[in-house]
C-alpha cells in the first residue's frame, strides 16, 4: 500500500508486508476477484496466461486448423480471439465445429462478438474485427474503443499531474511524453534527452508501427489525431 510524499512527490509506503498481513487482512479490507473464487479460469494479464491458454486449447487448435486448412481456408487464434477465413457455404458449420470443440474443454463462445462476414459485404458500416483492428475490406484501421480508451487514460494522467504540481510550478510533462505521446526532438537539448531516454514503447508508437506494418494511411491519420489532442490537452493545462 503506498501513499504520496508531499515533500518529495514520489509514493511511500504506507505499512511492511507483515503490518499488511497482521492487521489489513483479518479485517475483511480487501475483497478476492469472485471468478478466481469459484475455482474457473487463470488470471488475466499475468505472464503464463498466454502460456497455460496455449496448452489448454491446443487440441481445438489442431482440430479447428486441419478442418480449415482442408478447405483451403486460414486459421488463428489469439488467447480468446479466433479468426478463420473460409470459403462461403461454410460458417455455419464451423461455427457448429468451434462450440463443439468448445464442450470439450468446457467453454462458450461469446455470441455477441461472434461475426460472420461475406468479403463482398465489408465496407465502412461493416468491418472485421479482429485484435484491436478493424478492416473494411480495403484498409485497416485501429478500433476506436482503443483509442478512446487512451484519450481516458491520458485525461486521468494529466488530472493526477495537476495535482502533484507544486503552485506555482510548471506541469511536469516529462512522464506524460513518455506515456502518451513522443518525445520532442527540437533543439539540441530535447535530442540529447531522447537519445538517453530508455522508451519501451506506447500507444502511440504502437500505432506508428502498425501503420508501418500493414501500410495503412488511416491508422498515420488517426495517430496524427491523437498527437493534435495530446498537444493541446497540454497547452490547454500546462500554463
Excluded at 479460469?41 to 489442431?62: E, F, K, R, V
Excluded at 479447428?64 to 480468446?80: A, N, Q, S
Excluded at 457455404?89 to 468446457?106: F, I, V, W
Excluded at 478493424?134 to 494522467?157: C, E
Aim: glycine share 8%.
Amino acid at each position: 500500500m503506498f501513499g504520496r510524499s508531499k515533500r518529495e512527490n514520489q509514493p511511500q509506503r504506507l505499512c511492511t508486508p507483515k503490518q499488511f498481513r497482521e492487521k489489513v487482512l483479518p479485517r475483511g479490507l480487501v475483497k478476492p476477484n469472485p471468478g478466481l473464487s469459484q475455482g474457473v479460469g487463470i488470471p488475466q494479464g499475468t505472464q503464463l496466461s498466454p502460456l497455460l491458454s496455449n496448452m489448454y486449447m491446443a487440441d481445438l487448435d489442431l482440430a479447428m486448423y486441419e478442418w480449415i486448412t482442408g478447405l483451403g481456408g486460414r486459421y488463428w487464434r489469439y488467447c480468446d480471439d479466433v479468426l478463420a477465413v473460409i470459403p462461403c457455404g461454410y460458417g455455419d458449420e464451423a461455427l457448429s465445429r468451434l462450440d463443439e470443440e468448445l464442450q470439450h474443454l468446457s467453454l462458450n463462445r461469446s455470441e455477441p462478438k461472434t461475426q460472420i462476414l461475406h468479403s463482398a459485404e465489408l465496407s465502412q458500416h461493416r468491418q472485421l474485427q479482429y485484435l484491436g483492428f478493424m478492416f473494411n475490406g480495403t484498409d485497416v484501421v485501429i478500433r476506436p474503443s482503443s483509442i478512446h480508451r487512451y484519450h481516458r487514460k491520458l485525461k486521468k494522467a494529466i488530472g493526477a499531474a495537476e495535482i502533484r504540481r507544486e503552485p506555482g510550478a510548471p506541469l511536469r510533462q516529462q512522464a506524460l511524453y513518455n506515456m502518451y505521446s513522443e518525445l520532442p526532438t527540437r533543439g539540441k537539448k530535447a535530442r540529447a534527452r531522447k537519445a538517453r531516454q530508455k522508451f519501451s514503447g506506447n500507444f502511440i508508437s504502437y500505432m506508428e508501427k502498425s501503420a508501418k506494418l500493414m501500410g495503412s494511411s488511416r491508422i498515420k491519420r488517426q495517430r496524427r489525431r491523437a498527437l493534435r489532442r495530446f498537444r493541446a490537452s497540454l497547452r490547454k493545462h500546462a500554463g
